[in-house]
């Protein structure tokens, strides 16, 4: 059991890195926003390139913290009889939904992006926009954060596994 636990700590300290080090896009974000109004609105100048290249920045930033927001429990959740459970019961329903549900949809878009991202830089496919900025890059991004995705899923039901175990509480 103790190999498992430093597995899944070992993963959750990994995408706790990642999610701390990709939340700084939104700094890149802001200060895109700010330049695209400054110039815009005060030097009458607006740039072809700033909307695109913002929105590319929060897809990275969308995608890449997804995996840290799993891990810190950030996403909604209606859990009206869950929560009446005893915690061997959740372990055996988080289980479960994780089997079911949450591990073949990431592993399905994991693959498929996969083959996208790689066709995507095979072509060194470009946006059809005036800017034309590369896109194979930020789609080589969906193919990562799915693989993180994966590794916080591993370490979840790893932490419930534990739970059904030792009969105690997950080291969440």
Excluded at 37 to 64: A, C, D, K, L
Excluded at 97 to 114: A, D, E, K, R
Excluded at 146 to 167: D, H, N, P, T, Y
């Amino acid at each position: 059991m103790n190999a498992l636990k430093k597995i899944s700590k070992f993963l959750d300290n990994t995408n706790d890195w990642v999610g701390k080090v990709s939340s700084w896009s939104v700094i890149v974000m802001m200060l895109l926003v700010v330049y695209e109004v400054v110039s815009r609105r005060i030097f009458n100048s607006p740039t072809i390139w700033t909307f695109e290249v913002t929105t590319m920045v929060f897809g990275f930033h969308f995608m890449m913290v997804s995996a840290y927001g799993v891990l810190h429990k950030v996403m909604v959740s209606v859990d009206m009889l869950y929560e009446k459970f005893s915690a061997k019961k959740q372990a055996i329903l988080d289980l479960i939904t994780y089997t079911i549900f949450f591990m073949p949809f990431v592993i399905g878009v994991l693959y498929g992006s996969s083959k996208f991202a790689w066709i995507s830089w095979l072509q060194k496919e470009v946006s059809w926009t005036a800017f034309a900025p590369p896109l194979y890059p930020f789609k080589a991004i969906i193919p990562v954060a799915f693989f993180f995705l994966l590794l916080q899923g591993i370490s979840e039901m790893i932490k419930r596994i534990v739970v059904l175990a030792e009969g105690e509480k997950s080291h969440d």
